[in-house]
């Protein structure tokens, strides 16, 4: 699936630098403890600029999946029909991810199904994630 | 000029009753005719030539002078594309004056939309108060409302449309992501509202029960209303019923939801006149007063909100609406309109505002009993958007007429002295609350 490459910036580096090295990490807020995904300026939940990074382990499970069969997004018209999925993180399920789901055919995503993080190849030394079911 | 508005948003809980409840009325609307899409070559359908035109109609509909007219407020924002380049990113060359630009084309400014009246004869030569920074009527209509009751103008004209030009809407090209988008476009999640609520709609039916098909009784009678609305886009486009058949083989765009789910962007403006109490009890219509307005903005924990965030906030938004207005609650709201920019979200509202009794689950049977304006429970006499096209002020419009009583074949039969309505999504929407009378 030709997904559309994202292009970093300096906050979001190294999120993305982590990717490429197939890790997972998330913003942690030093003042409330919270996860954050996606990468924001502030804490969403207390405000807090005071943010870190932390790694996590790429377990999560399946929340409700859709199914493109149109879309706007040109580089995915080729894919369609494909499964959109909203997928929880085990570690704090507040957290979520989209995800294709590389494997699975569209409309055969059973929800509530448990999910692993892989890392997809977009150019050379650029990755991004997606997830994919655990038997 | 440029003054700020002191009240506004009204977005925190326990604000109590709006402050200037019942000082404040609408008196005057006006809608432009109404196209699929301006098609490049006319230049008296553009959309800066129907905001001239809504504006003049609501004027028109008022009775008072133009010259009467001392605030001016709108959404420069059409939502539409731009028109620099079609949909292919193909260059397209302005137009000579007054559209040289985007301003006119796509947009419009006070500062258009100034020289653009005087140049047709309807000049608003004594304007004291301009505001051009709302970006929904939702929050456009709290805001006037909010302006007029803090004494800023005492006849607001208020300016809220939908541009569409040709080619495909909102088409991303390219390969790459950026900006917020990174964490969506790459996995084919499409900038719109569809995808969210598509997800909130699938959690909502894993809670309650049901399915996708539970919402055909909705949209076949959105478009029922819409049909019944003259100047609505299938009332002069497309002249016929859609069926329960007709929703259930769709064609999907995103699973579940599929085209009849999803309002169709349209060419079409609208203007409301403000007043004063005072000034509105001398005026030519029957005063529709703004009880109460309020507002959302709630930033999303993650990537997707929840259904459990939609259920908080539209809680939230229910319960200080009617705080605002002075209202009992849901016994006092004869006419609702929630939005329906999408089929999947509008029964969040319904049930937040337990509007006929209808609390959270029910509103798949309530769906599938006797909405039609002529019966028991009226619901979205405007027939939204899924029924005239993304105008957006269908909603509002029909809350004027049925609280006139001018509604026509639409005019439900039940009690119909207050009326709300609002925009956009849960998380983040303006409502306000109309009434016939100055305190209930």
């Known amino acids: 699936m030709p997904k559309t490459i994202p292009v970093a910036n300096e906050l979001t580096k190294p999120f993305w ?82 995800a294709n789901l590389p494997g699975t055919p569209a409309h055969e995503a059973p929800q509530g199904a448990a999910v692993e993080i892989l890392y997809e190849e977009m150019e050379p030394g650029t990755f991004i994630h997606d997830w994919r079911i655990v038997s | 000029m440029g003054i700020g508005v002191n009240g506004w948003p009204r977005t925190a809980e326990d604000l109590g009753r709006w402050e200037h409840s019942g000082q404040v009325a609408i008196t005057g609307y006006g809608v432009s005719n109404l196209d699929r899409r301006w098609d490049g070559v006319s230049m008296d359908k553009t959309y800066g030539a129907y905001a001239i035109q809504a504006l003049q109609r609501a004027i028109e509909d008022s009775g008072i002078s133009p010259d009467d007219i001392d605030g001016l407020m709108v959404c420069p924002d059409a939502a539409g594309d731009s028109w620099a380049a079609d949909d292919r990113g193909t260059p397209r060359s302005y137009f000579d004056p007054p559209y040289d630009s985007e301003d006119g084309l796509t947009i419009v400014t006070t500062n258009w ?74 996995w084919g999640w499409m900038t719109s509202a569809m995808m969210q609520h598509a997800f909130v709609f699938m959690q909502y039916c894993t809670k309650y029960g049901g399915s996708h098909d539970n919402l055909a009784p909705f949209v076949v009678n959105q478009r029922r209303n ?117 089929a999947t979200f509008t029964q969040t509202y319904l049930e937040a505002f337990q509007w006929h009794g209808v609390k959270r689950g029910d509103a798949f049977d309530f769906y599938a009993g006797d909405i039609r304006v002529e019966g028991p429970h009226p619901f979205n006499s405007s027939g939204g958007n899924l029924g005239n096209g993304r105008t957006r002020t269908a909603m509002y419009t029909d809350i004027i007429e049925q609280l006139r009583g001018i509604a026509g074949p639409r005019q439900i039969q039940l009690r119909h002295d207050t009326g709300a309505c609002g925009q956009v999504t849960p998380g983040g929407n303006g409502h306000i609350f109309l009434s016939v009378h100055q305190n209930l």
């Not at chain 1, 859709?66 to 570690?91: A, I």
């Open chain 1, 17 to 98: 630098d982590a990717i490429n090295e197939k890790r997972l990490v998330l913003q942690h807020c030093d003042d409330c403890g919270k996860l954050q995904y996606p990468i924001r300026p502030k804490c969403w939940q207390c405000g807090s600029e005071h943010l870190g990074w932390r790694e996590v382990e790429g377990k999560g499970h399946i929340l409700e999946t859709m199914v493109v069969h149109d879309t706007r997004v040109v580089r995915r018209k080729g894919d369609v029909p494909f499964n959109v999925s909203v997928v929880s993180l085990d570690e704090d399920p507040t957290i979520n991810f989209l």
């Open chain 2, 113 to 186: 939309l100034i020289k653009g009246m005087e140049r047709e004869g309807t000049p608003l030569k004594n304007l004291t108060f301009i505001d051009d920074e709302s970006s929904s009527i939702g929050q456009l209509t709290g805001k006037a409302a909010q302006a007029v009751g803090e004494g800023k103008a005492r006849n607001l004209l208020m300016l809220y449309g939908m541009g569409n030009v040709e080619g495909r809407y909102h088409l991303e090209e390219g390969n790459y992501s950026s900006g917020g988008r990174v964490w969506s476009a790459p």
């Open chain 2, 226 to 342: 819409g049909l019944m609305t003259p100047w609505g886009y299938y009332a002069q486009h497309e002249q016929y019923q859609i069926t329960i058949e007709d929703y259930l083989t769709q064609r999907y765009v995103a699973w579940p939801n599929g085209l009849l789910d999803s309002d169709r962007p349209v060419n079409h403006v609208a203007a409301f006149l403000f007043s004063t109490a005072d000034r509105a009890k001398d005026m030519k219509q029957k005063p529709i007063y703004v009880l109460g307005h309020v507002q959302a903005a709630h930033p999303s924990k993650s990537t997707m909100a929840t259904l459990e965030d939609h259920e908080q906030w539209t809680d939230s938004l229910a319960r200080r609406l009617y705080e605002a207005a002075g209202a009992r609650g849901p016994e006092d709201l004869d006419v609702f309109n929630p939005y329906d920019g999408f």
